[in-house]
């Protein structure tokens, strides 16, 4: 069965500095997805960055990188230049083959502070 | 372009009462998903429709859990009757195709609900 853990429950960054999130996963598949997503307090999901496991560059997108480790099965999320509105839930999930469904872990709390 | 639509944002009820859900999900995007998130926990899918047709509902309590999306666009979700362990954000996400592997899912604010 596949699972997303996510070992750290909450993370304290002052603003400016780069942190990383980070997340493991367990599948049997060869080939699969990998997302993050920020929850602030308003309650929305918002999609921060994809990974596809054929890919073998890294992926960004703006402060977002993912830290992809294949063999390790790790994809860590690092934001860089931290701001006071990147306090938020972040949570890693994984897409299945074949599939677009989302098996999230179980999130991290990240508070920035000046 | 308006992102997903949920109504309500917060719900209280008493155990044993009906209660409902509503979404509205982009337009265009095919796909919908109802996901449950409980305290402290991340989203576990509960159903998913590409238009119409429910094309996974395998993780929806069906003695009690229903839900709807009859002209492929917005959709309800319905609790009947409530219990105490259904107190928990109920969100709806949509995307373009499910047929597409990796697809942004793009989520609604959830409906929080509190059972007493």
């Known amino acids: 069965a596949q699972k997303i853990t996510q070992t750290q429950p909450g993370m304290f960054v002052q603003e400016k500095e780069a942190v990383t999130l980070d997340c493991t996963y367990d599948t049997s598949d060869q080939s699969y997805g990998l997302f993050w997503y920020k929850q602030p307090s308003s309650g929305e999901m918002i999609f921060l960055i994809y990974q596809g496991s054929y890919d073998e560059q890294n992926a960004t997108e703006g402060r977002y990188s993912l830290n992809f480790q294949k063999a390790r099965k790790s994809a860590n999320l690092v934001i860089s230049a931290s701001q006071l509105g990147d306090s938020a839930m972040y949570f890693c999930?994984?897409?299945?083959?074949?599939?677009?469904?989302?098996?999230f872990g179980t999130g991290t709390r990240l508070q920035v502070f000046p | 372009e308006a992102g997903v639509v949920q109504s309500p944002r917060y719900k209280i009820i008493e155990k044993k009462q009906p209660v409902a859900f509503w979404c509205n999900p982009i337009s265009g995007h095919n796909t919908l998903y109802w996901y449950l998130q409980n305290l402290g926990q991340g989203p576990e899918l509960l159903i998913r429709y590409e238009n119409e047709e429910a094309v996974d509902d395998s993780q929806l309590p069906k003695d009690r859990f229903s839900a709807e999306r009859l002209k492929g666009v917005d959709s309800t979700l319905k609790i009947q009757p409530a219990e105490l362990g259904d107190s928990a954000v109920y969100l709806c996400?949509?995307?373009?195709?499910?047929?597409?592997?990796?697809?942004?899912?793009?989520f609604g604010p959830g409906t929080r609900l509190t059972v007493l």
């Open positions: 996400a949509s995307s373009l195709s499910y047929r597409e592997w990796g697809n942004e899912q793009f």
């Open positions: 999930a994984m897409s299945p083959l074949n599939t677009d469904k989302l098996i």
